[in-house]
Nanobody
């Protein structure tokens, strides 16, 4: 079991940037793939980005590709999501997840954080 705590959410104007952090504790961080998902009001939780346990081969949802960057810092036991050129449609609660495989599918992630709110104003 790994415990995850997100931070870094907030209110930002369209076109701005935010960096989300997810601090992990418990099992060995380096053994886990990490992912970010988001859930907007009235919508299902959806995939944003994921990265393998080695920190290589990140992949992204089409809607955030070229704007968001996921990275992993084993020294800090932290995964980041750098979000640039934010749009109002990026408004959501963002969740960090950890598991073996960096999947796009929610059901394949067993460890979740509590979420952090991101609001992008137009």
């Amino acid at each position: 079991q790994v415990q995850l705590v997100e931070s870094g959410g907030g209110l930002v104007q369209a076109g701005g940037s935010l960096r989300l952090s997810c601090a992990a504790s418990g099992r060995t961080f380096s053994n886990y793939a990490m992912g970010w998902f988001r859930q907007a009001p009235g919508k299902e939780r959806s995939f944003v980005a994921a990265i393998s346990y080695s920190g290589r081969t990140p992949h992204y949802a089409d809607s955030v590709k070229d704007r968001f960057t996921i990275s992993k810092d084993p020294a800090e036991n932290t995964v980041y999501l750098q979000m640039n050129s934010l749009k109002p449609e990026d408004t959501a609660v963002y969740y960090c997840a950890a598991d073996v495989v960096p999947s796009r599918y929610i059901q394949e992630w067993r460890n979740w954080g509590q979420g952090t709110q991101v609001t992008v104003s137009s």
